[in-house]
């Protein structure tokens, strides 16, 4: 049986989302802003959690109507049955977002579709989930436009860009499905050089040997949809043992990462250590500036500091030319990639890229930038 579904993922990168998900399964697929609507079995909705680079969430449609009032939207909520989903023995949370609502307050609207689940429950078996704001089993979304209401199932559980495998971060890591996504649009394929030179606890290197492995994302976490009424353990297990099938560990890559900042290399040295992918990866510490190409050519992707604060933005009007004129010197023949909230960064850096696409780092607007590096002048 196939399911409404819908996935979200990061501004920038539903186009890439949609390819992945039909690949694994997806049927009917409808692109929107930050996500995609789409049809699927149960089975392929596991696969998806467990392989996707992309998603931020996948959930299923239960109820979906136009409403007035808080009522209306108990009504929906109260028709579901929630009994083909989870126990009453299941934790839940409910949370609610809007578009454009109305209704005066969305903790409201919170509050009474968790009625509407309880009282289903004490209905049905005479017992009620308990509501766990931390860690919940069950996980209740409610999105409300302007006139119409959607009630969803996640099956995920924690975020997917939360991969398992990050167990010492710094304090601002760009999120791994984002990483996954820029290397991805740089085209860099597992046959060529990748090299981040600002590479802070290593996200970016960690994704590309993903990607060049054909690791599963999904491996080393649980998802929700193992704690679903129906949920089939045998038909899991298939799935996890392909998808170890069709990883390539045998396969040789050329991934290299550097940073300013030693205890950045540190900490990457013991989470590659902790995944046992440190085989994989050439680390060094260092000024990006005083660096040479690692290879004769490849992917330089890097997500460099922007500033927020005068005295921030000051230090990269200096720092942009001389990356600029690293780049001619010495990565010739290399595609060099730079994501960055900063648009000044073209003009000052003093090269035209080639590409400019727009992807948000959560709320916040950026563009990766495309620089083809040929030998002599760029200008």
């Known amino acids: 049986m196939l399911l409404a579904c819908f996935a979200t993922t990061v501004r920038g990168l539903e ?7 039909k690949e694994l399964g997806a049927e009917e ?11 699927a079995s149960l089975s392929n909705i596991m696969a998806m959690n467990l392989n996707s680079r992309l998603a931020s969430r996948i959930m299923i449609r239960l109820g979906y109507s136009g409403y007035r009032h808080e009522d209306d939207i108990y009504r929906l909520a109260r028709k579901i049955d929630w009994l083909d989903w989870f126990h009453s023995g299941n934790s839940i949370k409910v949370a609610t977002s809007a578009i454009q609502s109305p209704l005066k307050s969305l903790d409201f609207v919170t509050l009474k579709v968790k009625d509407a689940i309880c009282d289903y429950f ?7 989930p308990d509501v766990n704001k931390v860690e919940p089993d069950m996980r209740i979304y409610n999105f409300l436009t302007k006139d119409t209401v959607t009630i969803y ?12 495998y990050r167990r010492l971060k710094l304090e601002a890591p760009i999120r791994e499905n984002l990483a996954s996504g820029l290397i991805q649009l740089s085209g860099w394929q597992p046959d060529q050089a990748f090299y981040d030179p600002m590479c802070g606890s290593g996200t970016l ?5 993903g990607i060049g492995l054909n690791l599963a994302p999904g491996l080393n976490r649980n998802f929700a949809f193992e704690k679903l009424a129906n949920f089939d353990s045998d038909n899991y297990q298939r799935i996890q043992a392909l998808a170890k099938k069709k990883e390539n560990r045998e396969r040789k890559l050329k991934i290299y990462a550097s940073d300013i900042n030693r205890k950045a290399i540190e900490i990457a040295r013991q989470n590659f250590q902790q995944i046992k992918l440190e085989e994989y990866v050439e680390f060094s510490y260092g000024d990006f500036l005083s660096k040479k190409a690692p290879a004769e050519s490849g992917v330089l992707l890097t ?12 230090r990269l009007t200096e720092l942009y030319p001389q990356i600029g004129n690293k780049l001619k010197q010495n990565f010739a023949n290399w595609n060099c990639y730079f994501f960055t909230a900063d648009l000044r960064m073209p003009k000052l850096v003093r090269l035209k890229p080639s590409r400019k696409i727009p992807v948000y780092n959560g709320a916040l607007e950026c563009r990766l930038y495309e620089f083809k590096m040929v030998s002599g002048s760029n200008r």
């Open 15 to 21: 186009e890439l989302l949609a390819t992945e998900l």
């Open 29 to 39: 697929i409808r692109i929107v802003n930050a996500g995609m609507e789409f049809n």
């Open 122 to 128: 004490n209905e049905k078996v005479d017992s009620r």
């Open 153 to 164: 199932l996640d099956t995920s559980g924690d975020t997917l860009f939360k991969r398992g």
């Open 205 to 209: 290197a960690v994704e590309a040997i």
């Open 303 to 314: 997500n460099p500091p922007y500033g927020v604060r005068l005295e921030e933005l000051d």
